[in-house]
């Protein structure tokens, strides 16, 4: 019997427009990925930042089922431009050299430039 596919949660809390937006990215296989964008995100210090950037915040503590995800993803988009819930499914790639030399307050600014408008997805392909 084949694994089952779990995700874990990754958030954008677009304050500029008051748009939030969940992805659930597919854990089974990209693990060390996830590992590296998690050790990113939670160093970032979005504190003094508040409304000038998206904030992104990533739960690795729970696995979620593929049934899960597959209801969620189906929900209407809550008034925003785009789906509140997206799948982020395949092989990831995370290249976190760029962000290692980068102060707490500048991984905020370059997360936001990076992922800001659901852009998380383009790290799966």
């Known amino acids: 019997m084949a694994e089952e596919i ?8 677009n304050q500029k427009e008051g748009d939030h937006f969940i992805f659930y990215l597919q854990y089974n296989g990209n693990e060390q990925e996830i590992a590296k964008l998690k050790n ?3 160093t970032a ?3 003094e930042l508040w409304g000038d950037v998206s ?13 899960s995800v597959d209801e969620h993803v189906t929900n209407k988009t809550f008034g925003t431009w785009g789906p509140m819930f997206q799948a982020c ?3 990831m790639t995370f ?8 102060s ?3 991984l905020a600014k370059k997360l936001d430039a990076d992922f800001y408008h659901c852009r998380v997805k383009d790290l799966f392909e």
């Open 6 to 13: 779990k995700y874990i949660m990754f958030m954008e809390k």
């Open 40 to 42: 990113v995100v939670d």
């Open 45 to 47: 210090d979005f504190s």
């Open 55 to 67: 904030h992104f915040c990533i739960d690795t503590d729970n696995l979620i089922s593929q049934f």
């Open 89 to 91: 499914i395949g092989k």
């Open 95 to 102: 290249n976190d050299e760029e962000y290692r030399e980068l």
């Open 104 to 106: 707490p307050i500048d």
